[in-house]
């Protein structure tokens, strides 16, 4: 139950900045005026417990039994379940170059799962399985979430759900702990907010301002740099192994991930001649497109989109 206590501390320590989100100009400012009707409450709701609670208990779970390096990998595959979701639920064709995309990706992570299976076999199979639940999780989070997004405003969506998904948590947490089980070293608190300020609060803002100043396309492509990186920390951090097997796999998964997400950036800016893909662009409806066009483009863009403010 080490990964219930883990999300306990970062979700307490999340909370206060979710309520403190200051309120902007702009599209930003008329978020706050936009009254949320009961259906989008309901959306909200059902979203935050999918994407933010679900996604990350079954995270947290798959974590504790694999390497930080291969995990990050498998969530790093979401770009490609949202093509596979979309064909699904929307008739969507996948495309030969998705198609290639998704051989590139599963072909990297076989790899990856080959060398941690080598090094440590022991409930790497489940551990996979749980953060393969994650990322299906979160991609159908990211489907469902453009059009909540595009007619209630990013930042109330985004601090709603995430405030829905923390008390979730909390209540799991009293319901399988005894209350006395909160007294924790004064170390696992100042990790918690660290990871709460640093891997949770921070990245939000910090992602939506480079949307706005590099735009979503090259963001995406700096942002591939997460999963190598992750790897090499391991190494440092942790004493994870690295092999040449690992880093070819981790290649693969990247060039596949990439070449979905290059494809998805301009098919969206074909779709608005003039415009750039930006975090401005967001939270505007859009007249010519529709709710399947709006979920794919939320989907595929990654984060961005439900980050965006």
Known sequence: ??????????????????????????????????????????????????????SSLLDFSGLAL????????????????????????????????????????????ALVFLHD???????????????????????MYLIGAGQVIARVGAIRFTAYAMLIAS?????????????????????????????AVFSTVLPVFMLSAGIRLIGSGHTSLIGSIGPVSTIFMAQYFLG???????????????????????????QDTLSRPGTRVAAADVGKPEKPRTDQDRSIAYGTLSSEGELDQ
């Not at 979730?168 to 660290?194: D, G, K, N």
């Open 1 to 54: 139950m080490a990964s219930t206590r883990s999300r306990f501390s970062r979700c307490a320590c999340c909370i206060p900045s979710r309520y403190s989100l200051p309120p902007r100009s702009g599209a930003a400012a008329r978020d706050h005026v936009n009254r949320i009707e009961g259906r989008d409450w309901g959306a909200i709701f059902g979203l935050g417990l999918l994407g933010y609670y679900l």
């Open 66 to 109: 694999i390497s930080a390096g291969l995990e990050r990998l498998v969530l790093f595959l979401y770009p490609t379940m949202v093509v596979v979701l979309s064909a699904m639920l929307f008739k969507r064709p996948i495309r030969r170059r998705e198609v290639i995309a998704l051989f590139l990706s599963y072909a990297g992570i």
């Open 117 to 139: 299976l080598g090094t440590a076999p022991k409930g790497i199979v489940v551990g996979v399985m749980f953060v393969f639940g994650s990322t299906l999780t979160y991609s």
């Open 167 to 195: 008390a979730a948590t909390l209540i799991q947490f009293f319901l399988t702990h005894r209350v006395a089980m909160i007294r924790q070293p004064v170390r696992v608190y100042e990790l918690s907010l660290a990871m």
């Open 240 to 266: 994870e192994p690295v092999s040449t097997l690992q880093i070819s796999g981790s290649f693969l998964v990247l060039a596949g991930v990439l070449s979905v997400s290059a494809g998805s950036v301009k």
